[in-house]
């Protein structure tokens, strides 16, 4: 009988047997613990706190040279990068790495489900590992969901959508097939709502979801689904909790990289997996976004670093060279503003993006956006969105959302070789195909590009 999640399923039961590594009979124990369990969830290098990387490169964020482009280590990147039919020659990890989280997810709240509580106090406690594990794999899915599997509103797709398979128990015989789209969104915000009461209202660790951490991801799967009254009340939630932003003109720009993880802005790490292209001297900010920032706007020094030749991306709330994938206020500021403008609420949504802004522009610069003289509030929020949130592995679903709107549709373009590459909104290679490994090995459907 095929077994669902091949490659994954390989890879983590080496993993655990190293968890284990202590135990006498590591091939036999599991844990057992609410020590151990959250363990589990802290697990590191293995990766809690990853996501994808893949559509990032398919995104425009950036752009490369015929060299750097022939320099990309793997064919995976240049696949992406050109927006092949093809990307994956066998396994990927921007597939398997999340349904690893999802699996190990699943192994602690299998063994919570048989932990009994001897008090009240690890009652409290085995709830709030309960509510971490259901983050994780909620988390893990939308990230699978935005690279994987098409926007539900997507004129170009009338057939039923094909959403992700969902799986719930660490049962590794257990067989199951793709769900429709709506299943694996609800899915999503079952997991995300779950155990929301549970969590505090901040984290102890920024790699552990926070109260404010599931307010932040609502609020983000539902601008994503263009629920904006819903995405809006979790912005709310989540920013009433905490809405400190970093002023970047206390930002210092002299070391390589300009931020440090003592960021006001962060509420839940995350950083994408690593390819050669992000390290690469010549993966560029895209000509066209670097231009949009004015002169006295900070971003343009704190985000970038001129090469005489074209600008790095150097601005990652990371630190370091990985890329931030997780949440933080300056996004669900944005989240607000947009969905406030979509709502109706004009003078609201100019006075949020105002208050971002004061802290990205040179001290005694920013004179405020005059709505007077404003022709367009979405557009300029979403203008802003682009530039504040370059690099965040957001991109891709802001293009697949956007491009069901045909006034805000964009058709991507890209040169390399002396051969154009294009992409149409709403084509079928926004949904990137499922690695072969796990196609031949489940048996699942693969997406059509």
Known sequence: MKKLLYMTIMFLMASCAEFLD?????????????????????????????????????????????????????????????????????????????YLQIFYANIVLDGLDNYNAINQEEEE??????????FYRGFAYYSLAICFADHPDNPQNTSIKLGLPLKL????????????????????????????????????FMTRPSKRAAYAMLSRVNLYLKEYQISLDYADLALDI?????DYNEVQTASLFSFNLENPEIIFYNEMLTY??????????NPEIYDMYAEDDLRKR?????????????????GGIRMFTGLANNEIMLNRAESLARLGEESLAVEQLNSLLEKRFEQGTF???????????????????????????????????????????????????????????????????????????????????
Do not use: C
């Open 22 to 98: 202590e135990k006498p009979n590591k091939n036999i124990v599991v844990p057992e613990t609410l020590d151990e369990l959250q363990a589990l969830l802290d697990a590191s290098p293995r990766g809690m706190n990853t996501s994808p990387a893949v559509h990032q490169i398919s995104s425009d964020d950036f752009v490369t040279t015929d060299n750097g482009f022939a320099g990309f280590r793997s064919v995976i990147e240049q696949n992406a990068y050109t927006w092949n039919q093809e990307i994956f020659q066998d396994s990927g990890g921007d597939w398997s790495s999340p």
């Open 125 to 134: 406690r085995k709830r709030l590992i309960e509510a971490r594990a259901k």
């Open 169 to 204: 128990t660490p049962d590794i015989n257990e067989v199951i097939t793709r769900t429709d789209l709506s299943q694996t969104f609800e899915r999503i915000i079952q997991d995300l709502e779950a155990g929301i009461q549970d969590l505090p209202d901040n984290y102890d």
């Open 242 to 246: 905490n809405d400190d932003l970093l």
């Open 276 to 285: 050669s292209w992000g390290a690469s001297t010549l993966s560029f900010v």
């Open 302 to 318: 704190v985000f970038f670093r001129n090469r005489g030749f074209g600008n790095n991306f150097l601005g990652n709330y990371t």
């Open 367 to 449: 004179e405020g956006i005059d709505l007077t003289g404003t022709n367009s509030v979405l557009e300029l929020i979403l203008k802003e969105r682009r530039k504040e949130l370059i690099f965040r592995g957001i991109r891709w679903a802001d293009l697949k959302r956007l491009n069901t709107e045909p006034a805000l549709a964009q058709t991507l373009r890209r040169v390399i070789m002396g051969e154009e590459y294009i992409l149409e909104p709403n084509s079928p290679r926004y949904v990137l195909p499922i690695p072969p490994q796990e196609i031949n090995q489940s048996g699942i459907e693969q997406n059509l590009r």
